[in-house]
């Protein structure tokens, strides 16, 4: 079979996808069964992949898509428990103190303080944390939603404490073989990584300074009564001035500390500077910025929670330190967990692991309900029944208001992740063929030749939306990127940074993502027009990454340990 066929067989599962969810603008609930079913079709069918294979593959996504819901529920089921204990009514109104722009909150809340968490947890946390609080004080659902898919870019090479460079990076590069050759030219692995660390923080900082200004932007044009670009505008000092905060601190810690902390650093001292910002109206307009009234909203922008929450009004605020104090819990247990190898074992001490489903080799899932985010959340939870003086009725409603939200996310997700490790276990074949996702990268680099750096970090995003992870898209295509940075005789450094930032990116757009961040604020059907929006600043993210890395390889000439010619 052709490079061209494969090419073309290869993304008529990604094609099917986006003419169903976005151009017919058809339910996830419907749209993703039929693209699993077509990729198995064309697995078993064009790939040639043992139906053994396929089926093990399905196992396997069903028990991550285990792993996924309860991050899920654990995030859903705190809103609503912060909901029930009154914690909500003092967290909205403290925003509303610290600015009654909205342009401002979008800022604070998703920018910053969904960049710390994503930097402490990962793995669509922040979107699934920060987008519920959203909603809590007055976000039309479905903008929720697309502003916390765009926190997944910038912060997330950086996310769960490194783990798409120390896991992905590390894992989907032939460790051993470059070891050698860098041993032989002088230098290290160690030093190699920190390499391409280093050039992962300085493209994401100069990319994703403009962010909160595209997150502005995006929220007037699309959200706003006028559905003006120009609203978003007149706050451009104060968001440059926020993404400055953030990517200042984390291009440092990335080139000077390594992969663990940036995001968590970044996000960290961007909401102390930020914060303190807002409040003396540092660089802020004089004309405020609301959305219209609610009743005039289109119900396509409304989620279940918008309902449960402005009905709930009898409850009585309680302070913002201990409103606050849940998710402060839930930053410190994460890092903890991410950081003390003592307690990260004691966490996944208690797990269930499938290695070799089905018997077939590397395809394998684990379930570590402690460490996954959703045992911090849950765990969070039972502390806040007690800490904020709950009654057990409660508890009982907010659990059961998140059990029935949970459900509308599952049916999707159970086909979608299994479709997902099809494409990626797809390279164990008849006919020796690559695995889907690498026979398409490799059409690309064979089309565009020299100038294939400009679409490295459209890769790398590919993988991303495939995989709904930059780890596992990192797992999957570093090696390649390398290998055409070596025909290309250019920095491998720099082609597989590219790839990390570009997976970065491609998390705005990646289907159960944007399918678990829906859930947590109730939005169901509505996936398609969420991806319309969140792959404008997709665009824009690998585009600009592409053009700086053309610059950096062909006019900068930068060059590395292991850089050809």
Same mark, same amino acid.
């Given at each position: 079979? @052709?490079?061209?066929? =494969?090419?073309?067989?290869?993304?008529?599962?990604?094609?099917?996808?986006?003419?169903?969810?976005?151009?017919? =603008?058809?339910?996830?609930?419907?749209?993703?069964?039929?693209?699993?079913?077509?990729?198995?079709?064309?697995?078993?069918?064009?790939?040639?992949?043992?139906?053994?294979?396929?089926?093990?593959?399905?196992?396997?996504?069903?028990?991550?898509?285990?792993?996924?819901?309860?991050?899920?529920? /654990?995030?859903?089921?705190?809103?609503?428990?912060?909901? &029930?204990?009154?914690?909500?009514?003092?967290?909205?109104?403290?925003?509303?103190?610290?600015?009654?722009?909205?342009?401002?909150?979008?800022?604070?809340?998703?920018?910053?303080?969904?960049?710390?968490?994503?930097?402490?947890?990962?793995?669509?946390?922040?979107?699934?944390?920060?987008?519920?609080?959203?909603?809590?004080?007055?976000? *039309?659902?479905?903008?929720?939603?697309?502003?916390?898919?765009?926190?997944?870019?910038?912060?997330?090479?950086?996310?769960?404490? $490194?783990? *798409?460079?120390?896991?992905?990076?590390?894992?989907?590069?032939?460790?051993?073989?470059?070891?050698?050759?860098? #041993?032989?030219?002088?230098?290290?692995?160690?030093?190699?990584?920190?390499?391409?660390?280093?050039?992962?923080?300085?493209? &994401? /900082?100069?990319?994703?300074? %403009?962010?909160?200004?595209?997150?502005?932007?995006?929220?007037?044009?699309?959200?706003?009564?006028?559905?003006?670009?120009?609203?978003?505008?007149? !706050?451009?000092?104060?968001?440059?001035?926020?993404?400055?905060?953030?990517?200042?601190?984390?291009?440092?810690?990335?080139?000077? %500390?390594?992969?663990?902390?940036? @995001?968590?650093?970044?996000?960290?001292?961007?909401?102390?500077?930020?914060?303190?910002?807002?409040? &003396?109206?540092?660089?802020?307009?004089?004309?405020?910025?609301?959305? #219209? *009234?609610?009743?005039?909203?289109?119900?396509?922008?409304?989620?279940?929670?918008?309902?449960?929450?402005?009905?709930?009004?009898?409850?009585?605020?309680?302070? #913002?330190?201990?409103?606050?104090? *849940?998710?402060?819990?839930?930053?410190?247990?994460?890092?903890?967990?991410?950081?003390?190898?003592?307690?990260?074992?004691?966490?996944?001490?208690?797990?269930?692991?499938?290695?070799?489903? %089905?018997?077939?080799?590397?395809?394998?899932?684990?379930?570590?309900?402690?460490? %996954?985010?959703?045992?911090?959340?849950?765990?969070? !939870?039972?502390?806040?029944?007690?800490?904020?003086?709950?009654?057990? /009725?409660?508890?009982?409603?907010?659990?059961?208001?998140?059990?029935?939200?949970? +459900?509308?996310? $599952?049916?999707?997700?159970?086909?979608?992740?299994?479709?997902?490790?099809?494409?990626?276990?797809?390279? !164990?074949?008849? =006919?020796?063929?690559?695995?889907?996702?690498?026979?398409?990268?490799?059409?690309?680099?064979?089309?565009?030749?020299?100038?294939?750096?400009?679409?490295?970090?459209?890769?790398?995003?590919?993988?991303?939306?495939?995989?709904?992870?930059?780890?596992?898209?990192?797992?999957?295509?570093?090696?390649?990127?390398?290998?055409?940075?070596?025909?290309?005789?250019?920095?491998?450094?720099?082609?597989?940074?590219?790839?990390?930032?570009?997976?970065?990116?491609?998390?705005?757009?990646? +289907?159960?993502?944007?399918?678990?961040?829906?859930?947590?604020?109730?939005?169901?059907? =509505?996936? /398609?027009?969420?991806?319309?929006?969140?792959?404008?600043?997709?665009?824009?993210?690998?585009?600009?990454?592409?053009?700086?890395?053309?610059?950096?390889?062909? !006019?900068?000439?930068?060059?590395?340990?292991?850089?050809?010619?």
């Amino acid at each position: 079979m @052709s490079i061209e066929v =494969q090419a073309l067989l290869a993304v008529l599962p990604i094609a099917l996808a986006a003419l169903l969810l976005i151009g017919l =603008q058809l339910s996830a609930r419907i749209a993703m069964p039929v693209v699993y079913l077509a990729t198995a079709a064309i697995a078993l069918i064009a790939w040639e992949v043992s139906f053994n294979r396929v089926l093990a593959s399905t196992v396997q996504g069903l028990l991550i898509t285990v792993s996924v819901l309860w991050i899920i529920f /654990g995030a859903i089921l705190l809103l609503n428990t912060l909901k &029930h204990s009154g914690a909500i009514t003092s967290i909205r109104a403290g925003f509303t103190n610290i600015s009654p722009d909205r342009r401002v909150q979008v800022i604070i809340i998703a920018w910053l303080f969904g960049s710390f968490i994503e930097g402490a947890s990962g793995f669509g946390t922040p979107a699934a944390i920060a987008a519920p609080l959203l909603v809590a004080i007055g976000f *039309p659902a479905m903008a929720a939603v697309v502003m916390g898919m765009m926190i997944q870019s910038t912060p997330v090479s950086f996310g769960a404490v $490194g783990t *798409p460079i120390i896991i992905g990076v590390q894992n989907g590069l032939d460790k051993a073989t470059l070891s050698e050759q860098l #041993a032989a030219g002088g230098s290290s692995w160690e030093i190699y990584l920190q390499l391409i660390t280093s050039e992962v923080a300085i493209i &994401h /900082g100069l990319v994703g300074t %403009l962010i909160p200004l595209f997150m502005i932007m995006m929220l007037t044009r699309f959200f706003g009564r006028n559905k003006s670009w120009t609203e978003g505008l007149s !706050v451009a000092p104060f968001a440059l001035f926020a993404g400055l905060a953030f990517t200042l601190p984390y291009m440092a810690t990335g080139i000077f %500390l390594g992969p663990e902390f940036p @995001s968590l650093i970044g996000g960290l001292v961007g909401l102390a500077i930020v914060t303190v910002a807002a409040r &003396h109206n540092f660089l802020l307009p004089k004309d405020g910025w609301d959305f #219209a *009234p609610a009743k005039e909203w289109p119900s396509d922008w409304m989620g279940q929670l918008e309902v449960k929450i402005d009905s709930l009004t009898e409850k009585m605020p309680i302070s #913002a330190t201990l409103a606050w104090f *849940p998710y402060v819990l839930v930053a410190l247990i994460l890092v903890a967990s991410r950081v003390s190898p003592e307690f990260k074992g004691m966490l996944k001490s208690v797990s269930l692991g499938f290695k070799n489903i %089905l018997g077939e080799q590397g395809i394998s899932a684990g379930f570590a309900p402690l460490y %996954l985010p959703g045992g911090v959340l849950v765990f969070v !939870v039972l502390v806040t029944f007690f800490l904020h003086r709950m009654r057990f /009725g409660e508890l009982k409603a907010a659990i059961g208001e998140s059990s029935k939200t949970l +459900i509308g996310a $599952g049916f999707v997700l159970v086909f979608t992740i299994p479709m997902v490790r099809i494409l990626i276990n797809s390279g !164990v074949n008849a =006919q020796d063929l690559a695995s889907m996702p690498v026979a398409m990268a490799e059409y690309v680099a064979y089309v565009f030749g020299n100038v294939y750096p400009l679409f490295a970090a459209s890769i790398g995003a590919l993988g991303a939306f495939i995989a709904g992870s930059n780890t596992v898209s990192n797992m999957m295509l570093s090696q390649f990127q390398f290998g055409v940075a070596e025909n290309l005789a250019v920095s491998g450094a720099i082609m597989v940074a590219l790839q990390a930032v570009g997976a970065a990116a491609g998390n705005m757009v990646a +289907i159960h993502n944007v399918v678990a961040a829906s859930a947590t604020v109730g939005l169901f059907g =509505q996936e /398609g027009k969420v991806l319309r929006k969140t792959i404008i600043p997709t665009a824009y993210y690998v585009l600009m990454s592409g053009l700086i890395g053309l610059f950096a390889l062909y !006019v900068m000439g930068v060059t590395d340990p292991l850089s050809v010619g």
